[in-house]
């Protein structure tokens, strides 16, 4: 049985940082691309940050320089460093592993505000 479980969302000020985890289990982590997606109210899901099996990264946009996406394979673990937060990065936080297959985290709530 696969389960992804998100867990370091919270509220934070404008210029604060977040780590976001995101602990899996029933599936070969190592092998496998890993993502990290978000959905604000009103809007569509999106891709935030993906990262490959052999390292390489993927970032949207908006969030190059301030966010890192990394992964710890003994504790088939990925995470998201989130710096320099704006109010627009408020979102529903989901992990995605597989990346690109059915298997999604519950979501943790990053709310960015003063």
């Known amino acids: 049985q696969v389960q992804l479980v998100e867990s370091g969302g919270g509220l934070v000020q404008p210029g604060g940082s977040l780590r976001l985890s995101c602990v899996t289990s029933?599936?070969?982590?190592?092998?496998?691309?890993v993502a990290w997606y978000r959905q604000a109210p009103g809007r569509h899901q999106e891709l935030v940050a993906s990262?490959?099996?052999?390292?390489?990264?993927n970032y949207q946009d908006s969030v190059k320089g301030r966010f890192t996406i990394s992964r710890d394979n003994a504790k088939n673990t990925v995470f998201l460093q989130m710096n320099s937060l704006k109010p627009e990065d408020t979102a529903v936080y989901y992990c995605?592993?597989?990346?690109?297959?059915?298997?999604w985290g519950q979501g943790t709530q990053v709310t960015v505000s003063s």
């Open positions: 990262l490959d099996s052999d390292g390489i990264t």
């Open positions: 029933g599936i070969n982590f190592p092998a496998y691309n």
């Open positions: 995605n592993a597989p990346h690109g297959s059915i298997y």
